[in-house]
């Protein structure tokens, strides 16, 4: 009445049972580790994120020391060091400006032994 194909093995339902939980662990075996490296980079760039915003912290502790620092002198050591007390704030954060001077010529800046080329 019935009759098997015999090119295809014939599996047991515990063998199809055992088969399925093999897969399955495999799936969640690839999961878990899919999961785990996304959160290791996570916590990654979580850990670089917090130590720039610990490094911005520090600095503008430094630059307000150092601008009360500056405050504490009288106007004659401010002047001795080349500041004024309006520009306090704006030297500790920006850095003082650079002196104006006139460009130099080309002839100058070749004959100067800084520009020349190692023999």
Same mark, same amino acid.
């Given at each position: 009445?019935?009759?098997?194909?015999?090119?295809?093995?014939?599996?047991?339902?515990?063998?199809?049972?055992?088969?399925?939980?093999?897969?399955?662990?495999?799936?969640?075996? #690839?999961?878990?580790?899919?999961?785990?490296?996304?959160?290791?980079?996570?916590?990654?760039?979580?850990?670089?994120?917090?130590?720039?915003?610990?490094?911005?912290?520090? #600095?503008?502790?430094?630059?307000?020391?150092?601008?009360?620092?500056?405050?504490?002198?009288?106007?004659?050591?401010?002047?001795?060091?080349?500041?004024?007390?309006?520009?306090?704030?704006?030297?500790?954060?920006?850095?003082?400006?650079?002196?104006?001077?006139?460009?130099?010529?080309?002839?100058?800046?070749?004959?100067?032994?800084?520009?020349?080329?190692?023999?």
């Amino acid at each position: 009445m019935f009759e098997r194909d015999k090119s295809v093995p014939f599996r047991s339902f515990v063998e199809i049972e055992r088969q399925a939980g093999l897969e399955r662990s495999r799936v969640m075996r #690839a999961y878990v580790r899919g999961t785990a490296r996304a959160f290791g980079q996570w916590i990654g760039a979580l850990l670089v994120a917090c130590t720039r915003l610990a490094d911005w912290v520090a #600095a503008v502790a430094r630059r307000r020391r150092a601008i009360r620092e500056l405050r504490q002198l009288d106007d004659r050591t401010l002047a001795d060091i080349g500041l004024s007390r309006s520009l306090i704030e704006y030297t500790v954060s920006h850095g003082r400006p650079a002196t104006q001077r006139p460009p130099r010529r080309w002839s100058e800046r070749t004959s100067d032994s800084s520009f020349r080329q190692a023999a």
